[in-house]
């Protein structure tokens, strides 16, 4: 397999465009606290999804009482409640009860190796540590669990549990209730625009009130301030295509999975509060996405498993072009190559396949199917002809795979097969192509989730943040179900030492 250069990738991206189908800076000054506050709390946190909510669980199990959280949307969530909930946690007690051998080393090395090297080692290191200390909180709050666990692409053991409800919903709900039954506050159509900053130290945030993000208007300001400081968990900005095309102008193409409020206002805001910056020109694609579906459906949940028990080929040629459990940036990118292959009138997009026995326990095939985004092929014949396949070399490489299966024939790609499904008819498939997915960039944070200074390098005082709006966790690209546990494990971090940085302030 060759590998994908930047002038085919460039290709692809023109060819969308032509198709119709594609969808160094001065900081400054800090805000200064003159004018007094609307209100004050003993901490405002700035977002509602996975990393918020664990904030605010380890800052009221720590002894505050008084906690706001802010979103600026009028559904509270954000990208949490519509992902899959996958949350890939090494030595996890499911993990533990099926024997499966894994480690803390093994998990670092993962995300080393899907990171290209570029991850900051304390933060991988960090998450890897403490990834199974969330657990707890999932079972306080009531999040309910599948027995079991799978692997995704560039895992080297299982280990990612799924959520019962299979959405990241069945996690943020449970969580949500629970703090709000605890006395934590929850205060939607608030846009935080600005840090507001005395002596260094970051005391409060203006705030747009009954904002409307369909078109961009509020009633009022107001500045709210914070006796603890503030935790940022805001989320990425994928949906802003002025800050994509200006980072990375050819992404600016492709479709995001994110939802509409995933944009780059808190960011610019703490990049003029003099907040470090980390790799913000890296993002990641996600490869089990589909042009048949909105962003990321069930779709790209049917496809994990078939990617795990099936196969993907190259529509012009029938035969595998990547090992279909790969990290995502080497699968993007091989179905990128593939994409290059468009011509003007016709996109090449990549077919992955598997059989009816996978069907029956893929989260995400009733929807997928219900929407087609997948379908079903009663015979080899009818998908080759549905995708324009040559018949002849998919049959051979369907016989192929079987006797990889089968252990007769070792695998060219190296796949890990846990789950040893002959490929047979009837079968069912998708179309598949690369969305931008995450910010792998961001703001610069150390292990305890402390905000750096560009000027200082060293904490900023009262200004925590975690999840996606932070960089160099995972590096130039992540691992699936990481980024759910990467927002738990440095969301509790930045609610503990909220809360002593509270306690150290006298209050």
């Known amino acids: 397999m060759k590998p994908l250069s930047s002038f085919s990738r460039r290709n692809f991206l023109r060819t969308l465009a032509a198709t119709g189908l594609a969808s160094g800076s001065a900081f400054a000054a800090p805000s200064p606290t003159a004018q007094p506050f609307n209100e004050v709390h003993d901490l405002v946190i700035v ?10 669980y380890a800052a009221l199990k720590a002894g505050v009482k ?3 959280i802010l979103d600026k949307m009028e559904a509270f969530g954000g990208n949490s409640c519509l992902c899959g909930g996958l949350m890939s946690v090494p030595l996890n007690p499911k993990q ?9 080393d093994l998990m670092v090395a993962d995300m080393t190796k899907a990171g290209r090297g570029f991850n900051h080692p304390d933060l991988a290191r960090k998450f890897a540590e403490n990834a199974v ?3 707890p909180m999932l079972d306080e709050c009531g999040v309910q669990l599948m027995d079991k666990v799978i692997r995704l692409g560039g895992h080297s053991a299982p280990r990612t549990m799924v959520p019962t409800a299979a959405s990241g919903g069945g996690i943020v709900v449970p969580i949500h209730n629970w703090l709000k039954k605890n006395g934590v506050q929850f205060r939607n159509r608030s846009q935080v625009i600005d840090l507001l900053m005395q002596d260094g130290k970051v005391t409060g945030v203006l705030v747009n009130c009954d904002y409307n993000w369909k078109d961009g208007t509020s009633k009022k300001e107001q500045r709210i301030g914070s006796r603890g400081g503030i935790v940022v968990a805001t989320g990425g900005w994928g949906q802003d295509k002025d800050f994509i095309k200006t980072t990375m102008p ?8 994110s939802q509409p409020g995933a944009t780059a206002e808190m960011l610019k805001a703490l990049l003029k509060s003099g907040c470090l910056p980390s790799m913000l020109d890296m993002y990641q694609l996600g490869p089990w996405a589909s042009p048949d579906e909105k962003g990321a459906g069930p779709g790209s949940f049917f496809a994990d498993y078939a990617f795990a028990e099936g196969m993907a080929v190259n529509p012009k040629t029938g035969r595998r072009f990547m090992n279909e459990l790969a990290d995502r940036r080497t699968r993007a990118d091989a179905e990128l190559n593939v994409l290059s292959e468009s011509t003007p009138d016709k996109i090449n997009y990549p077919i992955v396949f598997c059989g009816e026995k996978t069907t029956e326990h893929a ?10 985004t997948v379908f079903r092929h009663e015979t080899l014949a009818d998908l080759a002809k549905a995708y324009d396949i040559p018949l002849k070399a998919l049959q051979q490489q369907v016989d192929e795979y079987n006797k990889i299966v089968a252990g007769t024939l070792k695998d060219p790609f190296a796949k890990p097969l846990d789950v040893k499904q002959t490929l047979k008819a009837p079968f069912y498939a998708m179309r598949l192509t690369p969305k931008l997915h995450y910010c792998m960039g961001g703001i610069a944070v150390n292990p305890r989730s402390e905000v750096l200074s560009t000027a200082t ?3 900023i005082p009262g200004l925590y943040a975690a999840g996606e709006v932070t960089g160099g966790v995972h590096g130039m690209d992540r691992l699936g179900g990481c980024s759910s546990v990467d927002c738990m494990v ?3 971090e930045a609610g503990r030492n909220a809360a002593a940085y509270l306690k150290a302030q006298g209050n």
């Open 47 to 56: 977002g509602s999804g996975f990393a918020g909510l664990s904030a605010a």
């Open 66 to 68: 008084d906690i706001l």
């Open 96 to 104: 533990q009860k099926q024997g499966i051998k894994d480690s803390v």
């Open 133 to 135: 200390n969330i657990c």
């Open 250 to 257: 050819v992404y600016s193409l492709l479709e995001c999975t």
């Open 363 to 372: 989260e995400g095939f009733k929807a997928a199917y219900r929407d087609k």
């Open 457 to 459: 390098l060293a904490p």
């Open 490 to 492: 440095f969301g509790l």
